[in-house]
């Protein structure tokens, strides 16, 4: 089940899904150490004799996140039980707390009691074995801790706290849970338990006929019991509404801190532009580490997961970010890089949030050869992001700083990485991390970290290494267009692979070629670009109601339809939008802007309800396939919104000069 909410301040994330239970708590990395593990805190409630959690069936639900903020807005009824609820959730911007609210609306004509319950289903550190989950009488809490992870739960009902509680065994031999305490509305008071644990927890409270009442339920995270007494007694100070109330604030400042000229975009564009940033917030960790996914469900058809950082989403991810005016919020991703860069100057598969290097697939040995178990785009995408977001803010510091362990260390790599025979990047795994070879992909990245690389060297006197990296460049850029191109399809091919002796052309049409263009080998309207960018938009288009762009001709990942000619593979999000991105440099005028505002507009349609992005499209119902959120989605999104709004202002400049004094786009 893809995570209809993500919430989170940058070491601490939470994912609930669309029935508002927890699945997901990483702490104290994001996408680093998952305390959940995807299982179900279930939440329910108990009224007049009957008992409903809130996945059973009957309720209805709405959903939505406050305008402008990482604070969730569930709407659930449930006719039968004759009761309403408004659900919001929210992570404090700088502790380690969670705050959930819950209105309760009572739609009968009488007085009525009413019990939630919220179960406490954790796994910390990733493993069931050796948790205590206890009751704390001294302050009327539940806590679960094992080592030095302590996880404390309270709440309010404004005149009363915790009502109930109780901890037992879950999932060894035939015990299913706490949670089946609560059915009968009433828990048994179990005090401590130990091993693979959970706990349940309720509240009482009296909702008036045709009235409101108000429940808090709150968390808090610490190293030990000390710490999070202290959280928990914050909270209760604060009041747990009026601090929730500061979290939805904090971010509709951050969200909206600078004026932007959105042009002639829907309202609803806007608004999921600045919900995608949001979401790549909670997921790029105050360390560095912007993470790929945080969604655990990916677990069920590949035993890992996406919650790793690999270089080239963190790049292109920083570098969205950073054209949208966010540089502070990624500067710390190049240090990351800086610090997991290896002696030689490539970049591993992908990292832990932690800086240690993640799991991998790719060999150091094939068919009796060594290779690098590389993608030698992601080293070079660090480069090309680098550059780009000095370009846009001039941030020197940084740069000098990143000059001699990141920039210098890695255009060398890059530029000595070149098979001799062609001139072109030595043989790595694609970005799709599914075959090896010489791909256009990645040799225009390539192309476009040694750009960068060169810039860097002009800018800090480095004249030399600036000619030599620039010069290195430019033979790949030759090579490219003599290997690469394809005279008789009129297009670039995906690759070329190595077999016999022989290099052999790979002519699957593959989206990824935008790269062409995106970093700077040719521009967007070279009449190749132009022939290819056609052809991908022709041919990988998926000709049923629901459209999108696939990643390439018969793909096969979470293949929903074997008829090639109709779907040639699930619509991507991010496919999708390097087309759009393709038409906005090509408009020559307003009018031509009208596609890529459609595009836009597409995804929007194929948000979930939420507002949340996943990876893939199901091509016949457009309902979520992979993960979700899918950070890379999210942030091709706010990049493609970028790029469209400064276009909109430099044609309409032109048309009319007068625009050219509207308040730009940062």
Known sequence: MPRHYSIGNGNFLINLDNHSFIRDIYYPFVGQLNHVGGYQCRVGMWVDGSFAWLSDAGWSFRHAYEEDSLITNLQAAHSGLGITLTINDGVHQREAIYIKRIVIKNELETDREVRFFFQ????????????????????????????????????????????????????????EGTW????????????????????????????????????????????NLEEVKKLDKYVKDSQPGKLLDRVKIYWQRWVNKSERNYGDLPQDVIKLFKHSLLIVRTQTDVNGAIVAANDTDILQHNRDHYSYMWPRDGALVAYAMSMAGYSGMVAPFFK?????????????????????????????????????????????????????????????????????????????????????????????????????????????????????????????????????????????RSAMLEHLWDEDLGRFVRGLYLEDGQWVKDT???????GIFEFGVLPADDPCVVRTMTAIKEGLSAKTSVGGIA?????????????????????????????????????????????????????VSHAMESGILPEQLDPFDGSPVSVAPLTWSHATFILTVVKYSTKYRQLSAIQDPAASRVPGFM
């Open 120 to 175: 406490q289903d954790m796994m910390i550190n990733e493993t069931e074995v050796g948790d205590t989950a206890a009751y704390y009488p001294s302050n009327n809490t539940l806590f679960h801790y094992k080592k030095d992870r302590y996880f404390m739960f309270n709440g309010s009902t404004g005149t009363e706290g915790i009502y109930q509680y109780t901890t037992g065994v879950k999932r060894f031999h035939s015990a």
């Open 180 to 223: 089946r305490d609560a059915e009968d509305g009433v828990l048994s008071g179990n005090g401590i338990s130990q091993g693979s644990v959970d706990s349940t927890i309720s509240f009482r409270l009296t909702v008036p006929a045709k009235g409101e009442a108000t429940l808090y339920y709150w968390m808090s995270i610490g190293k």
């Open 336 to 476: 990351f890089c800086s610090d997991a860069l290896t002696p030689d100057g490539f970049l591993h598969h992908k990292y832990n949030p932690d800086g240690t290097v993640g799991s991998s697939w790719h060999p150091y040995i094939y068919e009796g050869a060594t290779r690098l178990p590389i993608q030698e785009d992601e080293t070079a995408l660090v480069l090309f992001a680098l550059w780009q977001d000095f370009a846009k803010h001039g941030n020197i510091e940084l740069s000098q700083s990143l000059f001699r362990t990141l920039i210098r260390r890695a255009a060398r790599f890059l530029a000595a990485f070149i098979d001799p025979e062609l001139g072109l990047p030595q043989p790595s795994y694609d970005l799709w991390e599914e075959r090896y070879g010489i791909f256009t992909f990645t040799c225009s990245a390539v192309y476009g970290g040694l750009v960068a690389a060169s810039n860097f060297c002009s800018l800090f006197g480095d004249d030399d290494r600036s000619s030599r990296f620039l010069q290195a460049a430019m033979n790949i």
């Open 508 to 514: 699957t049409l593959e989206s990824s070629i935008y």
């Open 551 to 603: 990643r390439y001709y018969h793909d096969y990942y979470f293949q929903r339809s074997s008829n090639i000619e109709l779907v040639p593979g699930n619509p991507w999000i991010i496919c999708t939008l390097w087309t759009a991105e393709w038409e906005i440099e090509m408009a020559k005028s307003l009018s031509d802007l009208e596609t890529p505002r459609r595009t836009l507009e597409w995804v």
